[in-house]
């Protein structure tokens, strides 16, 4: 059997899309082959001629000349300065370009056969760009087009590159291919709205936002590793740069590119992290800005001379948060006891013999007679005492700098001593940075603090997860549980932690319990969505496709307007191909996989559903011929392409597929029937008897296929 070369994707000839991502290189191609023309827009419903054309006096004849060219009426449209041009895209459909500020006597004097030559050759000229900028194995835009678009957009602030590299586990030519486009499918699902999302070759991607916030960094990244690593990719490393940061001199497209070697930077070294991991340029351009930068080592020696021979003793750092007063100024003043330790800005105050207690009492007076006196100004302080849990004298300078990032939470002018909490914060910190290891560490040390900290146990199983280390993940999560029976996060992560392991009862049950005790408390989460979604797939996955159903439907109703919501689409044909629904199933499936034309689910199960209808043979034949080029090992697939094959009377080709899952415990006793079946047509009674035989003296033979073969075998002997 002749196998079919594995790259799959047809992206020749023009699509809406293309109109779409390439609007204004497609328009330079317009204006050059059209005297005075000032702009071009690409349109293909009425609704959007209105708004190209708003105040337009003559807005009602300009549609009237759209719809006319865009149901084939006329072959062209000209309107006082306005060209209207139709280009055919791929599905059938016309993409309109509407011409304006052409000269008007050129225009009336224009001819048709140079109309016709003109939109040709800007039709080839279209296809050709699109070819250079389109990757063929992804059907995304690939690295000739990322360079294009950072040498346009250097210089615009906002913009942040995203590299993600997902090393596939094998490095065979056809398991790339396939792993290399259900990648592209699960980042094009993830992302939305101004972002570009490039495939650079070898599993890499590359993702361009525009007019993201610095404030924002990380957020992106940390989401996307544990999305993809939840949907099965093998390791995930992704590094980033935010335009805002471009240290590369020279001209506009050398401070583009720039942003692509700074990215890349990161990418390598988070590749060095661990299997799941991120990292963002400037944090490793300048660690000194980073909010958990070590303390200045002079300070510490200068501290340590007062601490020598002390057994114990409190520490106080207190920080301005006014621009236009440092620490020094406003708190210097106040001091009335302890030994004053300055900084360029910052004043750290050391007490002697003073428990944390009693100095955060003492900062937070402190604190307050300062907003009192000058309210414009703003104090927060951070506390720590010695002796503290494990901790080292010399490690307590930098468990104030925590504790002062604990009092942000609290607002303005605040005082906090450092606890367990400033340790899960702090290594919320390095978790957002894609520094895990640091993150454990510090989740580990608060634990050691309070071991009853539910928050930390959680934390900790995250962070444990995220570097493939589930084991202890649940072990964390467990603990969470033991502490709070009815704590909403552990019971998600412990469902979704089942699921990584395939165990789909347990997870169902944990996320049902999790969905049961969600409340108002958790919804800053953000996670309802997500445990719906789960919960839906999972109730498909055990059968149950009734509540399957209530779960993804109720999803999709609230995403429909998103890009992601597509998601769902395979899993509620599904459910209703459960239910019997298979009318509705099929509607699903044809959005399935116009969503994502690459879902060999949904093609087999399509294939399968259209075959059970009796919607078209040859449909069903070529969708489930295409699911098994797909995914060759699923034997799931063969047994359903071989069932649609034996009814078109291909019964060698099936008898090939059938072949292969003779071999499997799951799928002998189907791949038996069906060979069977496949003699008993071609008239062999002896051999198909024979078959039959097999399959009932399978002894997990199900009552379906019992029946089938008990028939066939008397039939065959009769015969």
């Given at each position: 059997?002749?196998?079919?070369?594995?790259?799959?994707?047809?992206?020749?000839?023009?699509?809406?899309?293309?109109?779409?991502?390439?609007?204004?290189?497609?328009?330079?191609?317009?204006?050059?082959?059209?005297?005075?023309?000032?702009?071009?827009?690409?349109?293909?419903?009425a609704?959007?001629?209105?708004?190209?054309?708003?105040?337009h006096?003559?807005?009602?004849?300009i549609?009237?000349?759209?719809?006319?060219?865009?149901?084939?009426?006329?072959?062209f449209?000209?309107?006082?300065?306005?060209?209207?041009?139709?280009?055919?895209v791929?599905d059938?459909g016309?993409?309109?370009?509407?011409?304006?500020g052409?000269?008007?006597?050129?225009?009336?004097?224009?001819?048709?056969?140079?109309?016709?030559?003109?939109?040709?050759?800007?039709e080839?000229?279209?296809?050709l760009?699109k070819?250079?900028?389109?990757?063929?194995?992804t059907?995304?835009?690939?690295?000739?087009?990322?360079y294009?678009?950072?040498?346009?957009?250097?210089?615009?602030?906002?913009?942040?590159?995203?590299?993600v590299e997902?090393?596939?586990?094998r490095?065979?030519?056809?398991?790339?291919l396939?792993?290399?486009?259900?990648?592209?499918?699960?980042?094009?699902?993830f992302?939305?709205?101004?972002?570009?999302?490039?495939?650079l070759?070898?599993c890499?991607?590359?993702?361009?936002?525009?007019?993201?916030?610095?404030?924002?960094?990380?957020?992106?990244?940390?989401?996307?590793?544990?999305?993809?690593?939840?949907?099965?990719?093998?390791?995930?490393?992704?590094?980033?740069?935010?335009?805002?940061d471009l240290?590369?001199?020279?001209?506009?497209p050398?401070?583009g590119?720039?942003?692509?070697d700074?990215?890349?930077?990161?990418?390598?070294?988070?590749?060095?992290?661990?299997?799941?991991?991120?990292?963002?340029?400037?944090?490793?351009?300048?660690?000194e800005?980073?909010?958990?930068?070590?303390?200045?080592?002079?300070?510490?020696?200068?501290?340590?001379?007062?601490?020598?021979?002390?057994?114990?003793?409190?520490l106080?750092h207190?920080?301005?948060?006014?621009?236009?007063?440092?620490?020094?100024?406003?708190?210097?003043?106040?001091?009335?006891?302890?030994?004053?330790?300055?900084?360029?800005?910052?004043?750290?105050?050391?007490?002697?013999?003073?428990?944390a207690?009693?100095?955060?009492a003492?900062?937070?007076?402190?604190?307050?007679?300062?907003?009192?006196?000058?309210?414009?100004t703003?104090?927060?302080?951070?506390?720590?005492?010695?002796?503290?849990?494990?901790?080292k004298?010399?490690?307590?300078?930098?468990?104030?700098?925590?504790?002062?990032?604990?009092?942000?939470?609290?607002?303005?002018?605040?005082?906090?001593?450092?606890?367990?909490?400033?340790?899960?914060?702090?290594?919320?910190?390095?978790?957002?940075?894609?520094?895990?290891?640091?993150?454990?560490q510090?989740?580990?040390?608060?634990l050691k603090?309070?071991?009853?900290?539910?928050?930390?146990?959680?934390?900790?199983?995250?962070?444990?997860?995220?570097?493939?280390?589930?084991?202890?993940?649940?072990?964390s999560?467990d603990?969470?549980?033991?502490?709070?029976?009815?704590?909403?996060?552990?019971?998600?992560?412990?469902?979704?932690?089942?699921?990584?392991?395939?165990r789909?009862?347990?997870?169902?049950?944990?996320?049902?319990?999790?969905?049961?005790?969600?409340?108002?408390?958790?919804?800053g989460?953000?996670?309802?969505?997500?445990?719906?979604l789960?919960?839906?797939?999972?109730?498909?996955?055990?059968?149950?496709?009734?509540?399957?159903?209530?779960?993804?439907?109720?999803?999709?109703?609230?995403?429909?307007?998103?890009?992601?919501?597509?998601?769902?689409?395979?899993?509620?044909?599904?459910?209703l191909?459960?239910?019997?629904?298979?009318?509705?199933?099929m509607?699903?499936?044809?959005?399935?996989?116009?969503?994502?034309?690459?879902?060999?689910?949904?093609?087999?199960?399509?294939?399968?559903?259209?075959?059970?209808?009796?919607?078209?043979?040859?449909?069903a034949?070529?969708?489930?011929?295409k699911?098994?080029?797909?995914?060759?090992?699923?034997?799931?697939?063969?047994?359903?392409?071989?069932?649609?094959?034996?009814h078109?009377?291909?019964?060698?080709?099936?008898?090939?597929?059938?072949?292969?899952?003779?071999?499997?415990?799951k799928?002998r006793?189907?791949?038996?029937?069906?060979?069977?079946?496949s003699?008993?047509?071609?008239?062999?009674?002896?051999?198909?008897a024979?078959?039959?035989?097999?399959?009932?003296?399978?002894?997990?033979?199900?009552?379906?296929?019992?029946?089938?073969?008990?028939?066939?075998?008397?039939?065959?002997?009769?015969a």
């Amino acid at each position: 059997m002749v196998e079919p070369f594995p790259i799959l994707a047809n992206y020749r000839g023009l699509a809406a899309v293309d109109f779409r991502r390439f609007s204004q290189s497609y328009s330079e191609i317009l204006i050059k082959r059209l005297p005075t023309a000032r702009r071009v827009f690409f349109v293909s419903v009425a609704a959007e001629v209105a708004d190209c054309f708003p105040d337009h006096p003559l807005l009602a004849e300009i549609i009237a000349l759209f719809r006319a060219v865009q149901n084939g009426e006329r072959v062209f449209a000209i309107h006082s300065q306005l060209l209207i041009l139709p280009f055919m895209v791929r599905d059938g459909g016309r993409i309109i370009a509407i011409v304006d500020g052409a000269d008007p006597v050129f225009l009336n004097k224009v001819s048709d056969d140079w109309l016709s030559q003109t939109r040709a050759a800007a039709e080839r000229e279209f296809f050709l760009l699109k070819e250079a900028r389109v990757d063929v194995q992804t059907g995304l835009l690939n690295l000739a087009n990322l360079y294009s678009l950072l040498d346009t957009y250097s210089q615009t602030t906002g913009l942040h590159l995203i590299l993600v590299e997902l090393p596939p586990p094998r490095a065979s030519f056809r398991y790339v291919l396939r792993y290399s486009q259900k990648c592209s499918t699960l980042i094009f699902n993830f992302v939305q709205g101004n972002s570009v999302l490039h495939y650079l070759g070898q599993c890499t991607f590359a993702l361009v936002l525009q007019n993201s916030k610095a404030s924002d960094k990380t957020e992106v990244e940390c989401a996307l590793v544990a999305y993809l690593k939840r949907e099965g990719c093998h390791k995930v490393h992704i590094g980033s740069s935010f335009s805002r940061d471009l240290a590369g001199g020279g001209d506009a497209p050398t401070r583009g590119r720039y942003l692509l070697d700074e990215a890349w930077t990161a990418l390598r070294h988070a590749a060095k992290r661990g299997p799941f991991n991120f990292c963002e340029y400037s944090l490793l351009a300048h660690p000194e800005r980073h909010p958990l930068a070590l303390p200045e080592g002079n300070l510490v020696r200068r501290l340590s001379r007062q601490w020598l021979r002390a057994d114990s003793f409190s520490l106080v750092h207190f920080r301005s948060l006014s621009e236009n007063h440092t620490a020094r100024e406003t708190v210097l003043p106040w001091v009335d006891q302890g030994v004053p330790c300055t900084t360029a800005s910052d004043v750290l105050v050391y007490l002697e013999g003073i428990s944390a207690d009693a100095a955060l009492a003492w900062a937070r007076r402190l604190v307050l007679r300062i907003g009192e006196t000058t309210p414009d100004t703003r104090v927060s302080a951070g506390v720590c005492g010695y002796p503290c849990s494990d901790f080292k004298k010399s490690e307590t300078v930098f468990n104030c700098r925590k504790a002062l990032l604990h009092a942000a939470f609290f607002g303005d002018s605040s005082a906090v001593v450092f606890d367990s909490v400033s340790l899960n914060i702090s290594g919320d910190i390095y978790f957002g940075d894609g520094d895990l290891a640091k993150a454990v560490q510090e989740y580990r040390r608060g634990l050691k603090y309070d071991g009853k900290n539910v928050n930390l146990h959680n934390s900790l199983g995250v962070a444990l997860a995220m570097m493939d280390k589930l084991g202890p993940a649940m072990q964390s999560f467990d603990r969470a549980l033991a502490l709070d029976r009815q704590n909403f996060m552990a019971l998600y992560n412990l469902g979704l932690a089942e699921q990584a392991r395939g165990r789909k009862e347990e997870a169902y049950g944990y996320l049902t319990k999790s969905l049961h005790h969600y409340n108002d408390e958790d919804a800053g989460i953000g996670l309802l969505d997500d445990l719906q979604l789960q919960l839906g797939i999972l109730a498909g996955d055990l059968g149950q496709h009734q509540t399957a159903l209530g779960y993804l439907q109720a999803w999709h109703a609230k995403n429909e307007k998103n890009q992601p919501a597509g998601r769902a689409l395979y899993h509620i044909g599904k459910a209703l191909h459960g239910i019997g629904h298979d009318r509705q199933a099929m509607v699903e499936l044809q959005r399935a996989l116009q969503f994502n034309e690459f879902d060999d689910r949904a093609m087999n199960l399509l294939g399968g559903v259209y075959f059970r209808e009796r919607e078209g043979d040859e449909i069903a034949l070529a969708l489930c011929r295409k699911s098994v080029e797909l995914e060759p090992a699923n034997l799931l697939y063969r047994c359903t392409l071989a069932e649609v094959q034996i009814h078109c009377k291909r019964v060698r080709e099936a008898r090939e597929n059938l072949h292969r899952c003779l071999k499997s415990n799951k799928f002998r006793v189907k791949a038996q029937v069906l060979v069977g079946r496949s003699y008993a047509l071609e008239g062999m009674n002896k051999r198909a008897a024979s078959w039959y035989a097999k399959a009932l003296r399978e002894e997990n033979c199900p009552p379906t296929l019992h029946a089938e073969a008990t028939r066939g075998l008397q039939d065959s002997a009769g015969a």
